[in-house]
């Protein structure tokens, strides 16, 4: 039986008390974890660090192999491909996401990776991983899907854009205010935008501006999860940043997650108490969510900034009539009254 190190644990774990912003103290603990056989508790670890570190590529590499290690190859897959889109230039990154999505019965996509890691890690990665190759473009064969021999090079466009935005990062902001659907085109700019900023971000993981950026592209990718991750981690590093909280608040109800919105929303109202939208689109999110009584303190906030807004004083007389009709235990407070 494997002897357990108790103190090598707890100093591992009282580093990560100590130092909970920086992912090396999560990255050790849980590859410690991992290879003393222990998955769920290296699991935790991990995520732990990604709700509280600011460089998160190489956790979601290690949070990747514990899940292909338990054996859930889509969740293996899903964050290993966060690590490499993170950071593009990561050799062994790009080796495990194309060993792991073989394994996970995905071929073409495996043969893509090692391509890819084969131009990153130059002639010793080719030799390495040559054999791996021959055997995907063969199983893909079989399953009749014949591979490209060589991956198409990215179009002359994204290339440029994934410079300029190298260069400045608030040009991704541009390329994702379209509200309609990407053509094929700006899905590839999108994507090379993305690149950069993540380069960047990995580079200077306490610049907010870069995740919010991130954000966006990633929602005008349709990746919603990303997004909402993106933006979190904008807010972390800068509680007051009301533009990421208001994207926040549109990513949370995207996804259904109105208490979420409700809360940046709520944030929001208190950063800039005079911006009526911010109170009126408070009051809607929390009446949706059920929650009557805050909504109505929310149009009066709105009333107070301005007492003529129809919109906040119809919502108000609809909720307090809600309110009424339901009996005493349903009437709103009365100290404070209308604005």
Same mark, same amino acid.
């Given at each position: 039986?494997?002897?357990h190190d108790?103190e090598k644990e707890a100093?591992?774990?009282q580093? *990560?008390?100590?130092?909970p912003?920086k992912?090396?103290?999560?990255?050790a603990?849980?590859?410690?974890l991992?290879r003393?056989?222990?998955?769920?508790?290296?699991?935790?670890?991990?995520?732990?660090g990604?709700?509280q570190?600011t460089?998160?590529s190489r956790l979601y590499? @290690?949070l990747?192999?514990?899940?292909?290690?338990?054996?859930?190859?889509? &969740?293996?897959v899903r964050h290993l491909e966060?690590?490499?889109?993170?950071?593009?230039g990561?050799?062994?990154?790009?080796?495990?996401?194309?060993?792991?999505e073989g394994a996970a019965g995905r071929?073409?996509? &495996? *043969? /893509?990776?090692?391509?890819q890691?084969i131009? *990153?890690?130059g002639d010793?990665?080719?030799?390495s991983l040559?054999? @791996?190759?021959r055997v995907?473009?063969?199983?893909?064969?079989?399953?009749?899907a014949?591979?490209?021999r060589?991956?198409? %090079?990215p179009p002359r466009?994204?290339a440029l854009?994934e410079?300029?935005v190298?260069?400045d990062p608030?040009?991704?902001?541009a390329?994702a205010?379209?509200?309609?659907e990407? &053509?094929?085109?700006?899905?590839?700019?999108?994507?090379a935008?993305?690149r950069?900023l993540?380069?960047?971000?990995?580079?200077? %993981?306490?610049?907010?501006d870069?995740y919010?950026?991130?954000?966006? $592209?990633?929602?005008q990718?349709?990746?919603v999860?990303r997004a $909402? /991750?993106a933006?979190?981690?904008? $807010?972390? $590093?800068n509680?007051?940043?009301?533009?990421?909280?208001?994207?926040? *608040?549109r990513?949370y109800?995207r996804s259904?997650q109105?208490?979420r919105?409700a809360?940046?929303?709520?944030?929001v109202?208190?950063?800039?108490p005079?911006w009526?939208?911010v109170h009126?689109?408070?009051?809607h999110?929390?009446r949706?969510?059920?929650?009557p009584?805050e909504?109505?303190?929310a149009y009066?906030r709105?009333l107070e900034?301005?007492?003529?807004?129809a919109?906040?004083?119809r919502? @108000?007389?609809?909720?307090?009539?809600?309110l009424?009709?339901?009996?005493?235990?349903g009437?709103p407070?009365?100290?404070?009254?209308r604005?």
């Amino acid at each position: 039986m494997r002897h357990h190190d108790y103190e090598k644990e707890a100093a591992l774990r009282q580093k *990560v008390s100590a130092e909970p912003g920086k992912p090396e103290a999560y990255a050790a603990l849980g590859a410690w974890l991992s290879r003393a056989g222990r998955l769920v508790q290296a699991k935790e670890a991990l995520q732990a660090g990604l709700a509280q570190a600011t460089r998160t590529s190489r956790l979601y590499h @290690l949070l990747g192999l514990v899940f292909a290690g338990a054996g859930d190859f889509d &969740s293996a897959v899903r964050h290993l491909e966060r690590a490499a889109q993170q950071e593009p230039g990561r050799f062994e990154f790009l080796r495990d996401l194309a060993l792991v999505e073989g394994a996970a019965g995905r071929p073409a996509e &495996s *043969v /893509e990776t090692l391509r890819q890691a084969i131009g *990153v890690g130059g002639d010793a990665a080719a030799a390495s991983l040559k054999p @791996l190759l021959r055997v995907g473009e063969k199983a893909t064969v079989e399953l009749g899907a014949k591979p490209e021999r060589r991956p198409p %090079p990215p179009p002359r466009s994204a290339a440029l854009i994934e410079r300029i935005v190298s260069r400045d990062p608030s040009v991704a902001e541009a390329l994702a205010t379209r509200r309609t659907e990407p &053509s094929a085109q700006e899905l590839e700019n999108l994507r090379a935008a993305r690149r950069a900023l993540a380069r960047l971000a990995a580079q200077h %993981p306490t610049y907010p501006d870069l995740y919010f950026g991130l954000s966006l $592209i990633a929602e005008q990718l349709g990746e919603v999860d990303r997004a $909402i /991750e993106a933006a979190e981690k904008a $807010i972390a $590093i800068n509680p007051r940043y009301v533009e990421a909280c208001l994207l926040a *608040v549109r990513l949370y109800e995207r996804s259904g997650q109105r208490g979420r919105a409700a809360e940046r929303c709520q944030k929001v109202s208190e950063l800039r108490p005079q911006w009526l939208d911010v109170h009126l689109r408070l009051g809607h999110l929390l009446r949706e969510d059920g929650r009557p009584h805050e909504a109505a303190a929310a149009y009066r906030r709105a009333l107070e900034v301005d007492k003529r807004c129809a919109e906040a004083r119809r919502r @108000l007389d609809d909720i307090e009539s809600a309110l009424a009709a339901a009996g005493p235990s349903g009437r709103p407070a009365q100290e404070g009254g209308r604005a």
